[in-house]
Antibody
């Protein structure tokens, strides 16, 4: 069974870069036909798609975040990563990694990232 | 950018039918999926490609999509169905979520 696990700092200072990694087990990013992505959820609010990446490195990004996002994939480690630059308090959220662009049946458990000095 | 609109809340009595809508321009031309999310948990896919149900999801969950509105219906609603429900589509190379509906089972 596919499992996804987010990892990274739980606290990031304003103006700095938020960096998260999603480790995949029970399946291979390299041979997958699906995109892998990040979705976030501010406390008490709805879901917001951040972006998605294919094993080739091809990406789709949320236009509203595109200027601050970089996603990468490391097939040798079976991981993919998110960098979000110039963070503010508005970026405080639970960050989920997931498989597929839509019809997402596989989600990580989520990791809370707080932006605060 | 494409927008999906969901009512903030819906209430239903146990055993009754709950219906939640998701509205968007020409939504019927797109595939809609639905998730439910309980507090402290990750979202769970309950309907995909408008009407299909993952194997683990009970038959009481069903979906439809036509015109500008998609609907998620829960027949014989149970207390365990109380959750937030989100619709989602893929449009113009972006993933779009609705704002979510909180289903309360009174």
């Amino acid at each position: 069974q596919l499992q996804l696990q987010e990892s990274g700092p739980g606290l990031v200072k304003p103006s700095e870069t938020l960096s998260l990694t999603c480790s995949v087990s029970g399946g291979s990013i390299r041979t997958s036909i699906y995109y892998w992505g990040w979705i976030r959820q501010p406390p008490g609010k709805g879901l917001e798609w951040i972006g998605s990446i294919y094993n080739s490195g091809s990406t789709y990004y949320n236009p509203s975040l595109k200027s601050r996002i970089t996603m990468s994939v490391d097939t040798s480690k079976n991981q993919f990563s998110l960098n979000l630059t110039s963070v503010t308090a508005a970026d405080t959220a639970i960050y989920y990694c997931a498989r597929r662009l839509t019809d997402i049946a596989d989600w990580g458990q989520g990791t809370l990232v707080t932006v605060s000095s | 950018s494409y927008e999906l609109t969901q009512p903030p809340s819906v209430s239903v009595s146990p055993g009754q039918t709950a219906s939640m809508t998701c509205s968007g321009e020409n939504l019927g031309d797109k595939y809609v999926c639905w998730y439910h999310q309980k507090p402290g948990q990750s979202p769970v896919l309950v309907i995909y490609q408008d009407t299909k149900r993952p194997s683990r999801i009970p038959e009481r969950f069903s979906g439809s999509n036509s015109g500008n509105t998609a609907t998620l219906t829960i027949s014989g609603t149970q207390a365990m169905d109380e959750a937030d429900y989100y619709c989602q589509v893929w449009d113009s190379s972006t993933v779009v979520f609705g704002g979510g509906t909180k289903l309360t089972v009174l």
